[in-house]
Each structure stands twice: as C-alpha cells, then as structure tokens.
C-alpha cells in the first residue's frame, strides 16, 4: 500500500463514508471522489491491464487524460461498460471491475502474454494471420480483443436529453482563466456561457496551491462565480466541450449522473474562447508503465483536488519548472521526495508490479512512486477541431495555437500562457476582444524526447502496447507519415485518442528520420474530444420516431378491416385486407376488383395546384406531353423527365380553369414534384405569374374501379350524371357530397372503369363508410396497394422506378410522339436526341409470358441470349394474374419492342427458363372494359 | 452544422437547404440546335473548385432559390443573392 | 410484403392534452386554412413572422415572398382571380398548441431557435419536420402546423421531448 488520505484538504466530504468495490473487494471512499481517487487513497496500484499484453497499468493521469484505469461499473442493477475511473464520480454501492483482466487486475491469467511480446509488435497481426484465410483466425482473434463485458441489458430510459442554445461567449474551461475571461466578458454585457467538466470550478487552481490574487483559491473561485452569476452568465459544470463544428457550433456533453444518458446541448457561440489548460506529457524510458509511475501533475491533483497522497517516498523526473508547487505541497503533506535529473542518463523503472525504486544512469534511488513530468502540452484539440493551426514553440518546446479559426481565441495555458497572473491578464484582454499584453514567460524547459537504439522496452502508448521498437520498426516498414504511423502501430488509437503517446510518438518519429518535429506534425484531431456515449446523438428520435411515416388519416378504418401496414413511398398504407395470407388476400381483392369493384385510399396521390396566367405554358414545359391543348374539365397523361430525358414521374395532370391545373404526381414524389416545379419556376420561368400550391394533404382521395364502380357511386346520392357518354374516360367533375366539395376525375390504373374521389381529409370517413356500404351490396370492398400492383400490371402499366430505371425514356415505353411531335421547350427535350437516346439497342418494356403450368417469373431475372450468356434486359415486375389464371410479367429489354414473339432464355440464380415475349399488356388490350 | 442565410427568412441550420447546382449555368435554347458537346457540359461539367464557389441553393421550408457565395475549404459563407424582388 | 402494423402506434387520441413540467400540449382545430399567393401578398396581407406574437382570431402567417396562410379568414374563391392564387388546405396541416413557461425549451429542442434572431417566416423544420411556428396571442403561447399526416409523429416526438425535460 502507498497511497493514502491526507487529514485535510481537497474538495471531499471526509463526513460521508461511500462503500464501493473493486475487483471482488470492498473500498471506501468519499463524496467528491473519482473511483481512481477513492482506490488510490486505499492503496490499490493495479487497476487495469494493458489491452495487447496484458501488462498491469496504474493510474497515470488525473482526469481525461488517463489511459490506462478502465473500469466496467454497475451500480442498482444498471451497468456501463468501460468507464474511465479517474473522470467516474464515485458513488456508494458502486460495483466495479478492471476490464480486459481476469480474473482480477492484479492476478491477470493473461498476464502471461507480456512474455511473447518479441513476437507480437506493430504489424503482428497483419503478418501472421493471412495463410490460409484471415476468417479462420478472426473468431478467436475477436474473443481476445475488446475491453469492457457489455452486460446485454437495456437501461431503462437511457435517452439524451438534447437541446439547442446560443451565446455570445462561449467559455471553455472553469479553471482561472476561464473565470476571468466569463467575467470580464459577462460584465461587459455579453451574454457569456462557461463550461467546466468537472463537477467544481477551479481547473488547475486546485494542483497549485497558494494564493490568487491576494485571496485563497477557494474565496476567489467563489467571488468569480458570484460576479459571473450576476452579471447574467451562465455556468454548466460537468460539461464537456466535444467538439467543435460549423460556423460555431460546439457540442457541449452534460453528465446527468451514473446510468443516465448525458445531456447533449448544440451550443451556438459567436465566439468561443479556450481555456482547456495543458497536460504534463510522460518520458519515455525503460519500463516506464509500471504501476506507480505517475504524472506529476496528476499527483499534485489527486492531492489538492482530493486529499491523497499518492505515495510516501517519491522520486520526482522533471525536465521543465512547472512541478515546482507539486513538490513543494508533496513534501508539505509529508512524503519524502527525492528530485532526480532526468538528462542524468539513461532511466528504468526498477521492480514489478510493485514498483521499487528507479535506476537513473549510475543511480538506483528507492521509491514507492516515481512522478514524471516530460512538459506541457496545450490542450489544442477544440482549436485544431475548428481548423486552426498549431505553431512549434521551442521555447515552449509545444505545440501552440497558432493562426485562430474564425471567433475563435485561445487563453492560459492552452495558449501556452503558463504563468498564473499572466494567465488572468490575457484572459481578460481576450474576452473583451483586445490584444493581451505581452508577458515574459516564467516556464522553462530543456528537450526531453525519445531516444532511437535506446535499451529496454519504453512505451510510447500504455493502453495499446505500443513502444519505442514498434515505431522503429514501422519506420523501418515506411510507415513514416504520422497518419500511416498511427495505423500501423495503433499509436494514439486507445481509448484516451493519444493524449499522453501522440507526442512521444511523433518526437520518436521526428527522431528516427532526423527531422524536426513540426515537419512531422500531428495526426488529425477528430471529434468526441473524450468518449462518449453514441445516445448522446441518438436521443429522442428512435423507434418509430427515428424516419416516421406519414399516416393515413383512415387509418383507424384501415385497421378496422383487418388491414395489413407496411411502407409504401414515405406512407404506411394498406397492403392488403381482413387477416388473410398475404396470397389469398391479394388474389381474392384482385378477382373482387375485376368482378364487381375495389375500393382504394389513394390519398397520398400528388394534388399540386399551378395557377397564374404563365401557368399552361408553365405546365407544357415541364411536362413531356402537350398539355397546353388540354380543355378544362378534362385530364392527360404524361410523364416528367429529367434534363437527361429520363423518366422521373408519371401521372396525371387536370385542368380546372385557363389558368389552373391540378398535377396528381406519384404518391412517394409529391415533396420532389414540388421542389422540381419550384425550381423551374423561379429559374427561366416568370416566378410572378406562376403559383404552385401543394395540397395533396387537405384531400383525400378514394378510387373506386371495376365493372360495379358506376353503381356504387350512383348510392352516393351525387348531382352528377356519370353514364360514359357525359362523364367520359379522361374527364373531370365537380360537386357536392354531404355538403362538401367532392372532385372526380375519371382516371384509371387497372383498365376498369374507375372514379377518384377526392375531399377535404375531415370528411374522408363520411365518404369511406359511404362508398364500403354502397360496395357491399354489389360484394365489392376494399383492396390494398398489392391488389392495385397486380391489376395495374395485368394491364401492362408501369410504375416508375420500379418497372422503369435512370436511363428509360418515354420512347422505351411506348410513348414516342412528343418527342417527335412536340414543337416548344420542355424539361429533358434535348437529352432525348442525344446519342444514347438514339440507340438502336434500348432498353424497352416488354411483356412475358412462360409456358403452361410454370410458375411466376423471379423479378430481377435476366433475360439472356447467346452460346455465352449475355444479359439483355431484366424482369421488372412479376405476378400471378388472378385474372388470367396464368403468372404475368414486365420487363425491360433491349429492342424489346421489336421482339414480340421471340423466346428467350431467363437466367436467375444460376437456374435458367423461357420465357416468350409479348405486349405488356396482358388484359383486354383493345380496352373494353374502360368504356363498359 | 452550418448556418446559411435565406435571404427572405435569414439565418436558418443547413438541414433546411438543398443544393441545387453551381451558380452561371444557363440553360441552352432548346429551340435552336444544341451541340451534343453543348448539351452535355449543360447537364454534367462541374467547376468543382476549391475556395470560393458560387451556388444557387434552395430553401425549403420558404422554397427561395438563391444565390450563395461559399469557401468550400473554410465552410464560410461569403454572402448570398436574392434572385427575387417580391415581398421585399 | 410485409404486415408492419404493429410495428407503428394506432392513432393517438387527440382529446387528451400532453402534460409536462412547466409546458402542456394540446391539438387545435382552426376552422380555415388558406394559402393566398401573389407578387405583393405581403404588402397587402398582415402576416406574422417569427418571433411576433399573433393576436385576433383570424390571422396571417407570413411564408414565403409571395405567400401567406390565412388561418379562420372569410371564405374564399380558390383559383387564379387575377390577382392572387388561393387555395384551401384547412385539413392539410395539422395544429398543435403549446403553452406554458418551458413551451419555447420545448420548441428550442426542436431547432435553433432564439427570440433574438427573428425571421420573415415562420415557416421552418422542428424535429425534422416541416413546421409553421408562431406565437399566438401570448408570449409563451406557439402553435406549429405541420402537414397532416406528420401529425401524429409530431405529437410523439413532443411527448417524448417532454419527458426528458426534468431538471
Ligand atoms: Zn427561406
């Protein structure tokens, strides 16, 4: 044992007891504590293992920038994987576990690994498991990697709390700095945020000891806070900033405590200033990751912040003077320290897990604790996230923020201001957007880097196993870029994203090729500044609320009939009705429809109005089809295209008045007929003389198609003539149901005689009950959007982008004559005389149909000619027509049109069948039963 | 995130934006004859350019196409033009 | 060819209003809803932009350049008149009012959204999706219309938002 509890000082409550346990034993702790803090103050050195030889590890940092105490925690039945112990709070019942160990860190049964470690260096795995097949080894592979036992159990009500909020001010970091900087900004009237990750204020102040300003740490943390509070500022503790992204925007993560999902808050900050301060950085030498090397910074925190002491007899490794105050309050809270000279020659960590002493050149010097220090290192990582850039400092010998990103400034330590009052001094200039004085820096360092040949295995990165040898020979392996470095070794990839090891690792590099070590640079820094949980952006929107679906609003009849729902187009529709197999539902609606009539909510069906005195020529220009000519009262067919001259959209298009028309789009591309309209509108066309209104959902839309369809529409008690000879095919009326408007378009998609009957959404249950009543006394009802695929293919109708890709055209369809014909501008006129256009091998869509007896043809089957199969074109839609008693199918088919008759060979999974060619139409071509 | 201004409603999070194409590209007369070659640069050469790009873009909810002037390196948006004189 | 039925709630019952900490949620039937478009609709039309506050019965809410909503205005002819282009869509969007001191920390877990940056629309996307949103008749009043049948996805997704709102 060697850490304790200092008597006084820190911010526990030593008054509360908190029992935890560790490993199978049991702890305790205080409120105030970090489950590291709590463990060290009980003397526990081994907390975790590394992740590739399962090496002990100790706590080497103080806060995020530990790598190595990871720690699976449960507390009340609820548990979290992998949670770093020196940022974990620690609370009373608290169950935890060293991950990658066991059965404990201390006793690890893989521990053994450590001794082939000869053979297990950067790019073990790519060299070795590559014969006969890398699968054969990736299951055992799998079951050794990985750190924390995920426990399969949902926490309940485990969902970020997500919020958007802005600032003028956006500070980041609660320590000194960051105080003076909320404050003076906040008292100019800005309105400022400041965001601190621990759960108190005070950053540094706590590892340095002494006064501020004239006042102890804790009666000037309480004045800022006060002056800040009242000046209208705002201060989230517990938060941290991770990331920095657009036009200001910094991701701000909020603990809400253990087993519940952080908050997550978008913050908008005009300008963000950072005060992230700075890390102490290892040295790296022999057997530097023995339990018991420690930062020195981190000692010094773990003795201000929480009162332990994390040794008796330390020997202190320091190349620079920020330790000084460290040593200082290590002695005064009576710990024997010994200061050795790191450039005294070469370092090893001496003992086992248990360390003993260090050999420094001819020196061996006994401790319980050897606390290093390599020097500061800026915390850059929000700067570099918000594109700034970094300059070396040799005198600093960092990396320092350099060139800012826009509203954005850097103070303290993190811009390499080390000195306390200089710190404040900056702090305040900056906030109030003024040049900071310049100052003479107090902090000195000599150069202390890895050195290449040296002897014994000296790690660079602890949780991954990466040393001083794997960089050498990745650099022998011309890994040399930092970027291919990382990947190789795996530098800088454990869980703390290189905080302690980037450094190291690319001085090593820098000094392996003889370079200095700007020309090398750092490796990108990417967002989440520390981990967190991916329900942090997850939040709210999940499960059906995660892509919802438009609703139908009779949906509650739908479900009444015994509807099955799906997702067809963006809506969940009707498949089929009445709790049937699939099958027999859709047949029997089909064979319903065809003798006597269905009943179809048709709704999401496009109702774009276009209005103005531009709006024919509007209209006839984006729409393939002359639709100027269209009379009003009556309706066209046609089709949108693309600029390339594909098809985009079919549908129908109406005309109320001269200068009004209605365009029934695709149900799932109304949201794209709209913009596309737009578009056009605003671009070439004159904006104030065309109106484009989408109301597709103020109507809902009610087909009623079959032989019986007239009839049931006569029950409805409508002041409408509808016999063939006043109300034709292609026509369009208006009138009056239950004292509402009712608008029918004499449209069809299944060769039947059929209706679309559309109202305002409020009445649409009136019309439903109507029209199902009505249906029942000639045995018809409702069918569902299968039912329509089948009768609409029986009849050779197309549905786009499924029976047409990107490229087909409407000549590929059978509608040639605008394009020849059509005399003014319209979207995709010139793309359809191009070359590929005129290809004499397009692909054109066809019927099939296969021998008696053989079943449906799969959809997605090629049809292929030739010694050596060739595909020609492929099977779009497929089915068994009621109808017909017979399978059906379309296809697309290179020179189709000139193929009827031909048999051809489909190919499909290796299985191969015939199929003849034929007109798509495979129903009543002549069209009688439309006029019946 | 970024924030792009509509020049009808302001500022507003690009979610609510949609790209149309690189801004100085005219459609050809249709009327007259178009040159494979003419046609083809209409539908697909980009400019692509790193820096400062000019784009027309849509605003969704307000469906105003505009103009905006980009850095596509920096992510700064330059400034916008307002194609449209109604309602100002 | 699925039966993903059950996989998606049954309609919710509007009658019962969504309570939270400090915010409460209920559906709103407006009697009219208008689009009226033309060149000068805003120079004629009175239409509310974010964030004013609308007050009266009958109301404009300003979308576009050339657009505005009419909410319980007179009847009136759809079409192309000459002037302007109108069209009824009263049950194209659905209303849902809420009220109460935490109604605009609801509405900010929806978007970016401040009193101080006002806008000439109040047409934007809450949640993902597309919204009106305006206050009405008070200050911590809003009411959001979103397309109809996005409702009911609105409704859930406020609900959920809701229940996350503890301190
Ligand atoms: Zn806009």
Redesign the pocket.
Known sequence: MSGTRTETGGLIDRTKTLRFRFDGRGYAGHPGDTLASALLANGVRVLGRSFKYHRPRGVWGGWFDDPNAILDVGLDGNAIPNCQATTTPLLDGMESRAVNAWPSAARDVKGGLDLLHRWLGAGFYYKTFIWPDWHLFEPTIRRMAGLGAVDGKTIPDYVADQIHDSCDLLVVGGGAAGLAAARAAAEAGQDVVLVEDHADLGGGLYRRGGEVEGRSPADWLAEQRAAIETAGGCILSSTTAFGVYDHGLVGLATDRGFARAPRLTRMRARRTLMATGALDRPLTFADNDRPGVMSLQAAAEYLGRYGVLVGRRIVVLSNNSAGQSAVAALRAAGAEVVEADPADGPIRALGGARLNGVQVGDRQLACDSLLVSGGLTPVVHLWRHAGGKLDWSETANAFLPGAAPEGMAAIGAANGTFNLQAALEEARAVALGKPPAPSASSYTIRPLWPEPGAKGRQWIDFQHDVTLKDIELAARENYVSVEHLKRYTTLGMAADQGKTSNMAGLAAMAAIQGRPIPEVGTTTFRPPFVPVPLELYHGARRGQLLNPLKRLALEPQHRQAGAALGEYGGWLRPGWYGGKPARDAIRDEVQMARSSAGIFDGSPLGKIEVMGPDAAAFVDFVYYNTVATLKPGHIRYGFMLTESGAVYDDGVIARLGSEHFVISCSSSHVDGVETMLESWRQDGNDPDRIFVHDATQHWATLAVTGPKAREILGALVLDLNLSRDVFPHMSFRETIFAGTPLRIARVSFTGDVSFELSLRTAKAADLWAALTMAGAEHGAGPIGIEALSVLRAEKGFIIIGKDTDGETMPHDLGFGGPRQKKKTAFVGDRGLHSEAANAPDRRQLVGLSVPEGSPALPTGAHLVTGDKPRSEGIVTSSYISPTLDRPIALALLARGAARHGEVLRVWHMGQVRAATVTPPCALDPKGARLDA | MQLFP????GA?DER?FHFMGEAGKTRPDTQQPVSDADWAAYLYDQRNDKGRVREVWM?L??R?VFGMQRDSVTMQVLGTTAFRKAGA | MRDDGRKWDAPPEYSQPLTGAGVRAARVWPQRQVLISAPDVLARIEAAGWPGVVRGDSYALSL?RDRVLEVDGPPRDEGWDGRQAVTEVTDAYAVIQIEGPQALALCRRGTELSLSHPSR?V?RQMFGLPVFLYRWQTEDRFRLHTPRGYGQALWQTLAAHMRQMRP
């Open positions: 509509c020049p009808f409603c507003r609510e605003h909810p307000c105003e | 576009r629309s047409a």
